[in-house]
């Protein structure tokens, strides 16, 4: 899983750099759409869009909004990860399944050279897990899965899911885009155990 943990680990030093220019006034708008399309070509699939991220200043002439997003700057943290595992043939909601290797659309479009397809290797995916985003001066705990797979173009992160109140849901309104059933898990590697306790058990189940 070496390559999946360094793709994931440098993911995570981007988004930790990008979340810090979205409260930075000297960082130029240009400047930060031009990172976060870095990130979104670099890590993302398109399946993901592109909306992940946003500016979090006002009006810089506001020094009420000024020390807001310093403050808010400071609680920025790189995310940590707690493990990633290793499923095979999970099954996926039909949209996301049309970009996997040897869907319709993959057969119909494979030798167009007018068309520009990045699709998904579905034998294998890895679900990375990991923190908050931000420090909230609480026990460490769970935050998202990050589900990576391989390619046309690389590994990619396919879809995430939230931890909610103890439970993960779906990033999605719909099935349709998710991955609904990781498949059969054939290993993990483990990190650093979370300190919350839904997320410890969680952690703990396997």
Sequence with gaps: MGNILKFIDKYLCSEN??????????????????KENIIYENFHHSILGNSLFCRQIDDEDDAYEVEL?????????????????????????????????????DKEFKNDPDVTTNFIDSKNIWA??????????????YSRIYYVANTE????????????????EHQADTDVM?????????????YQAPEEEMSLMDYNAE
């Design 17 to 34: 750099e990008l979340l810090l220019d979205s409260y930075d006034y000297n960082v130029s708008e240009e400047q930060f759409e031009i």
């Design 69 to 105: 997003s310093s403050k808010s700057r400071e609680k920025i943290i790189k995310r940590t990860l707690f493990q990633i595992k290793h499923y095979q043939d999970p099954k996926m909601g039909d949209l996301l399944e049309r970009h996997c290797k040897g869907s319709w659309l």
């Design 128 to 141: 990375c897990y990991v923190s908050h985003s931000e420090d909230f001066d609480k026990p460490l705990s």
């Design 153 to 168: 173009k690389g590994l990619k992160i396919i879809d995430y899911n939230r931890f909610v109140q103890g439970k993960w």
């Design 178 to 190: 998710d991955i609904i059933n990781p498949g059969t898990l054939i290993s993990v590697e483990k």
